[in-house]
Nanobody, 122 residues
Framework: QLQLVESGGGLVQPGGSLKLSCAASGFSLGGHAIAWFRQAPGKEREAVSWISRIRSSDYADSVKGRFTISRDNTKNTVYLQMNKLKSEDTAVYYC????????????????WGQGIQVTVSS
C-alpha cells in the first residue's frame, strides 16, 4: 500500500520550534516532488512549501524565512523545520507527493498523508 505518514507535531509556545517528518512507504520518494499543506479551522487549505526532485524549493510568503523544507531520499523521508512559530501557524499539516515536477496546486498531488496537528499557543 502506498502511504505517507506525518509525525512530529504537537503543542508549542509562540516563538518555539517543531520539526515535522513525512515518511513514505510502498514507493520511493526519489522520483517525486513533495509539498506541505495546512488547514486551519474555518479556513481553506493552503500550500506551505514544496521541494523538487533536485532539491529546489519554495515557500509561501507567510512562512518564508521561518520554515525550511528538506529531504533525505535514503530514509525516504521529507522534513519541515518550523521556527519562530506564531499562533497563525496553528493548523493540521499534510504532506503530499507527485511524480515529476513540483507545483503549488494541491489537485495535482497523488499521495497524501493523514495530517498532523500543530498548535501554537501560550
Amino acid at each position: 500500500q502506498l502511504q505517507l505518514v506525518e509525525s512530529g507535531g504537537g503543542l508549542v509556545q509562540p516563538g518555539g520550534s517543531l520539526k515535522l517528518s513525512c515518511a513514505a512507504s510502498g514507493f520511493s520518494l526519489g522520483g517525486h516532488a513533495i509539498a506541505w499543506f495546512r488547514q486551519a479551522p474555518g479556513k481553506e487549505r493552503e500550500a506551505v512549501s514544496w521541494i523538487s526532485r533536485i532539491r529546489s524549493s519554495d515557500y509561501a510568503d507567510s512562512v518564508k524565512g521561518r520554515f525550511t523544507i528538506s529531504r533525505d531520499n535514503t530514509k525516504n523521508t521529507v522534513y519541515l523545520q518550523m521556527n519562530k512559530l506564531k499562533s497563525e501557524d496553528t493548523a493540521v499539516y499534510y504532506c503530499a507527493a507527485r511524480q515529476g515536477g513540483a507545483t503549488w496546486n494541491a489537485a495535482e498531488y497523488d499521495y497524501w498523508g493523514q495530517g498532523i496537528q500543530v498548535t501554537v499557543s501560550s
